[in-house]
C-alpha cells in the first residue's frame, strides 16, 4: 500500500501466510466475482468497487440501524414537487406585468398544465386572437372573463368563446 | 347489389388500437404558438422540402417532399419552420405515456404512432372498447394540445386501416364482422404492408380491392404469396396474427445516418466532411448499444437525386469511426464526381454484434482495438458531459462548423431560439415550452 499500487501475488502469499500463487489466484478470482477488483491490460490487479462507490446516508450509531435509507423512499424530487401531470406540463416565459399582483414578474417560468377543466379563481393560459394571455379566470353569474392582477389592465369579456388552454400549476425564478 | 356476408362473425376476439398523430410534427408547432393556427405551415426548412404540413398546407396542393421554391409558389403566406426534433421527440415520449395509462401492451411504432392491445381491459376499466379509445383520444387531444385519429380493430391490419379512414381527429370502430364493408372500395395497395410489387401481381390476378384479396382461397394464397402477405391476408380475415412489439428497442438490426445540407456542394473535402460526420454520428450510437458493425454501405445523393454508393465488408466487426473512414476515402474518391453538386451523405452500419471479448491474435491487434475502445470511451464520456460536437475527427471539422452556422442561416429550431437562462445550444430543459407571443 505504500507504494500505491495494489500487491502482486508473491506479496498476497506473504501477507496470507498462503503456500502457492494457485491460491492466490483462486482468492484473485472469488475477489473479481464480487466486483471488488478486476485485472488490467496486463493481468496485473487493480481496485474496482473498493473506493468512492459507497452511498454514505447517515452516521450509525453504535447498535442501531441507520435510519436515513428509509426516511428518504417518502422524499420526493423537486420534478415531483412541481409536476403533477407531466405528460401534460410545459413551460412557459412570462413577459409583461399583467400578473405583477399575483407574483409573477417578466422574465418568470410558470409551469402549466394543459387541461379543459380551469375552474374560477385559477391562473390559466388562453388564446386570445392568436396570442397568449395569462390571467385570472372569473366568473359573474353565467359569464366567464379574465382578470390581470395590476389595477391598470381591464378585464377581458370573450365575445366568443373563451379559449382555455392551460392552468398555471408553479412559477419559478432564478436568481 | 349482390349480398356480401361477412368476413367473420365475432366483433373483437382481441381489441387493438392503431393512434395516429394528425400532421404530427406541424401539430407540435401550431399546439405551442397560436399564431400558426388555423394557418398554412410546414416543417422541414434546413432540408429545403415539406417534412410536415398542417392540414391548411394540405388544402393549398402542398405535399410532402415538395421543395421550398415550389411551395411558396403555390401557397405565398405559408409559415415555414425548421425541425424541431427535440420537441416532436418530448411529445412523441408523453404520447406513448398517455396510452400506457390504459394498458402496458405499446407497441411504439414511429415517432408519431403506435398500437396498443385493449384486450381484457373492459372490466378493470369499467368501459367498453370504444369508450376506452374514446377516452385515449380525448386525453392526448386535451394534454398534447392537438388531434389524433383512432382506428379499433381486432387486429393490427384493420386497427391500421380504422385509423385513415377519417382524418384528422376520426375514431373509427371495425368489429370483425363488419370488416367486409371497410374493405370493399379499398384498393388493395392501401392495406398497410402491400407494396406495388404485390399490388400489381394481385392485379394480374383480377385482385383490385382488398375485399377481393380477403376473400381469396386459402389455398392459393398458401400456394402463390409469401409468409407476410398470408398473414396479412389472415388479418383482413378478422384474424389476430401480428403480435405487438412491446418491448423497449434493446438493439437495432441497422444503424442509418443520412443528411441533408443546403446549399448543395460539389467541394470532395466539404462533402466528404459530411459523411465522416454521419460515420461519426453512426458509430456513437452503435457504441452507446454496445454493438459492432460486419459491413456498411455509404451513399452520396447528387441535387438530381441520384445515387452513388459502396459496400464494405471489415474483416472484424468495428464502431471506430477513424477506421472505417480510413476505408471509405478511397472508394469515395473513385465515386466522386467534380461536376456534380452533391446534397446528401449517408452511411448503414449494418450485420450488427454485440461488442465482443477481443480475440487475442499474432499481430499485437487486439490491443490496438483495446487502446481505440478506451479512446472511444473518454471521447463518449466527453461528449455526455459537454455536448455531442466537443470532440470530433478532423475529417468531420468542416460539417461541424456549419451545423453551428445554422445559427445564421434561421435554419435553428424555434425553441433553440427562445433559451432560457442556465440553457445551452446543447441541453435544455426537457419539457416542451409554449412559444409565441403573451400578452
Redesign the interface.
Known sequence: MKSKRMPSYQEIMKLTGFRSKNAVFKLINKLIQAELIEKD?QGRIIPKKMYGKTKVLGVVEAGFPSPAEEELLDTMSLDEYLIS????????????N?MIDAGIMP?D?V??E???EAKPGDIV?A??D?????KYLRQKGDQMYLESANKKYPPIYPKEELKI??VVKAVIR?Y | MHYSPPLSLHSFPRAIVHIDGDAFFASCEQA?N??F?GKPLITGKERGIASSLSYEAKACGVTRGMRLSEIKKLCPHVIILPSDYETYSLLSK?LF??VKRYTNEVEEYSIDECFADLTGMRRPLRMNYTQIAERIQKDLS????FTFSVGLGPNKIIAKIGSKWKKPAGLTVIPARKIHLYLENLPVDKVWGIGTQTSAYLNKNKVFTALEFARLHEGWVKKKLTKPFREIWQELNGHFVLPLETKEKEGYASIQKVKTFTPPSSDPIYVFSQLSKNVENACMKARRYKLEAKRLYFFLKTQDFNYQGAEIRLNRPSAFPNEIIGLIRPLFNEIFNHNSQYRATGVCLFKLKPQGSLQLDLFGEA?RI?KFRKIFESVDAIRQKYGKHTVCLGSSYLANQTSQRLNERGDLSERSK?L???ETMRKR?G????L????
Open positions: 491490460s401531470n407531466k405528460e401534460a406540463t410545459f413551460i412557459l416565459q412570462v413577459s409583461g399583467s422574465k417560468l409551469l402549466v394543459r387541461t379543459n393560459i388564446e386570445v392568436g396570442k397568449w394571455t395569462m388552454s392551460a432564478k | 405551442r397560436p399564431s393556427k408523453r405515456e398517455i386535451v394534454e398534447l394540445g490491443l483495446d427562445a432560457l437562462p442556465g430543459l419539457v416542451p415550452m409554449f409565441g407571443e403573451l400578452v
